[in-house]
């Protein structure tokens, strides 16, 4: 092949000697040029492999390790009942509530905008839903401080109602607490993703339904729900892995007195770990992976079915 | 004649509408009212906080108006030091991502298209595997010189930010005719370097501006990692202050860093309606 190429592009060149020479330069160069790809994707293939793979492989490794070293599952055994159950068990509520709660309340949201003339508004929730879905983190623990803490506004506002917050069960440095706080940023985010699916319904399906007699409440049921399903499904299992995942909000908020999954993580991170526990971190973190991994395998399923109707 | 002939045939129809329409009006009404109290309801919630929030940054014990606590903040002790260590990390973070990502994505995007979908995967990773899950692995298994060096922290924001960072990429790329570009460039004697520098690069500069900004944004916010690495950043200075003043200085502080973050990615999402504006009017 190299060679049918060399003479057809350089025909002159007939000396057996030099002829050979071009051959031999021209096989190195095509080998750079065959390896080229590798070259310059490699930097992120290392990359990725130091900063991603190597940690999620060290936890696999070193959850089913022990102390002495040696395979054990001693520390699955640790995490599946006790303290470290309930951390599970209170992730996943947390999750669950903060994803059906926002979920439900953004796609009202999403449509009353959505279907609303005014174009500064929709242009500010644009904005906004993309500024506040970004927006966990320790400045949010502080605002909510400032809010709902002790000493804070609305807590003020309402005392001067009359109703006091812990009389009716809620403190803000408990779970009570973070659920109200994530709330802030899950409802952002769904409306961030619900509204493109809302944006795909069509009008002409709601004509067709309407000249076929349905009325509105039956175009939801028959149509507009069906359809928008699948992206409401998806939204909330986005939901529920950003609310599982999160550590930030809660560990400032509370100081990592409440029992969630990543705060026991970041506990164990910090040294307070009980003598012969001292791999129960790896095996947490192990069980929020496999944990999100499945919500991760609904999401495609149920993008796939989304994608049916609405591109 | 047969002007009112006509009036009547359009009565007519207008008569036999009402049973159809009737319905529309009736509920656009309805409508209105739920979708005033929701927006109503949901405008309180987001609101109130961020009230609240700037409100009890600018008062002082008594709760009269003070701007003492923003002004006290710059000689507070340890947040120049914090702010110094965020800043840095900040720029090597910046530099790392952009040298890694911008010539791999516009070499993937020329020359090997099926590689896309295997950066797809890998840049959505750092979304499913949480922050928390990656520290704990790199605190097992890392080396002792790595973990004594606050860039380690920088080495994982740059993955941390690759999800932003690649998506922002990824659409600057493909509103260009990135082929068509680098043809003409080499066509005219430019090598890599002057076609990437003079030709690529000035073509996705909103793509590469919200990239950067989106990174930074992460690194002056970035708690869980940092905290857990033992380096006092700008955020966990905050939270750590929290444990020993009155609390007006980091809610301040709090403030000060979600007006910066809203401004920023306020520009971002201008930036990035600009470049699918200019992409539109390319495809038309």
């Not at chain 1, 936890?59 to 102390?67: D, I, K």
């Not at chain 1, 939801?220 to 939204?235: A, E, K, T």
């Not at chain 1, 990592?256 to 129960?280: D, S």
Request: aromatic content about 12%; proline content about 5%; cysteine-free.
């Amino acid at each position: 092949m190299t060679i049918d190429v060399t003479n057809a592009s350089d025909p002159g060149a007939s000396a057996p000697g030099s002829e050979a020479f071009v051959v031999k330069r021209r096989n190195f160069r095509n080998v750079l040029r065959a390896l080229e790809p590798t070259f310059v994707v490699t930097p992120f293939v290392i990359y990725s492999f130091l900063g991603l793979g190597v940690p999620a492989l060290a936890v696999f490794y070193l959850a089913f390790h022990g102390e002495t070293g040696g395979w054990t599952f001693e520390n699955m055994r640790l995490i599946s009942h006790g303290i470290f159950l309930i951390g599970f068990e209170n992730s996943i509520k947390l999750g669950l509530l903060t994803s059906l709660i926002p979920g439900v309340i953004g796609v009202f949201v999403a449509y009353a905008i959505q279907t609303s003339k005014s174009n500064v508004l929709k242009r500010l929730t644009s904005t906004g839903s993309g500024v506040l879905a970004n927006f966990g983190g320790i400045n949010l623990t502080f605002m909510f401080i400032a809010t709902l803490g002790s000493a804070g506004i609305l807590t003020a506002w309402l005392h001067a109602l009359g109703i006091s917050l812990t009389s009716i069960g809620f403190n803000l440095y408990t779970f009570s607490g973070v659920v109200v706080v994530y709330m802030y940023f899950q409802l952002p985010l769904m409306v961030l993703v619900i509204t493109p699916a809302l944006a795909g319904l069509r009008q002409n399906w709601r004509e067709a339904a309407e000249n076929l007699g349905a009325s509105s409440w039956r175009y939801w049921i028959h149509v507009g729900i069906p359809v928008l399903m699948p992206s409401i499904l998806g939204g909330m299992l986005l939901l529920f892995g950003s609310a599982f995942a999160a550590y930030a909000t809660a560990e400032s908020l509370t100081l990592g007195l409440v029992a969630l999954a990543p705060i026991q993580i970041g506990n164990f991170l910090n040294g307070n770990v009980i003598a012969g526990e001292t791999h129960v971190g790896y095996a947490i973190a192990v069980g929020m992976l496999v944990i999100l991994a499945f919500v991760m395998l609904l999401y495609s399923l149920v993008r796939k079915r989304a994608s049916k109707w609405l591109q | 004649m047969a002007p009112v002939s006509v009036y009547e045939v359009d009565r007519a129809e207008d008569e036999a509408v009402p049973p159809f329409s009737t319905g529309k009006p009736r509920r656009r009404f309805h409508f209105r009212w739920w979708r005033f109290l929701i927006l109503l309801i949901v405008g309180a919630y987001i609101l109130i906080p961020l009230y609240a929030g700037i409100k009890f940054s600018l008062q002082n014990d008594t709760g009269g108006f003070s701007d003492l606590a923003y002004k006290s903040l710059p000689s507070a002790p340890g947040f120049t030091a914090a702010l110094t260590l965020s800043l840095k990390l900040a720029i090597a973070t910046a530099v790392v991502s952009t040298l890694l990502m911008v010539p791999t994505s516009v070499y993937v995007h020329l020359h090997m298209p099926r590689f896309r979908r295997v950066m797809d995967v890998v840049t959505v990773l750092p979304i499913v595997i949480p922050p928390i899950v990656l520290i704990l692995g790199v605190e097992g298994e890392y080396p002792l010189w790595a973990r004594a060096s606050p860039y380690l922290l920088s080495f994982m924001y740059v993955i941390l930010a690759m999800p932003f960072v690649y998506r922002s990429l990824d659409a600057g790329l493909s509103a260009i005719d990135l082929k068509t570009l680098t043809e003409a460039s080499r066509s005219l004697g430019g090598n890599w370097l002057k076609t990437m520098w003079n030709v690529i690069l000035p073509n996705i500069r909103p793509a590469l501006l919200s990239a950067t900004v989106l990174t930074l944004a992460l690194v002056f916010g970035e708690y869980t990692m940092a905290s857990l690495d033992l380096w006092v950043t700008i955020p966990v200075w905050i939270v750590q202050a929290g444990q020993t003043s009155d609390g007006h200085i980091q809610v301040a502080a709090s403030m000060m860093g979600l007006i910066g973050t809203w401004i920023l990615l306020i520009l971002v999402v201008s930036l990035d309606r600009s470049q699918s504006r200019r992409s539109r009017r390319r495809a038309s």
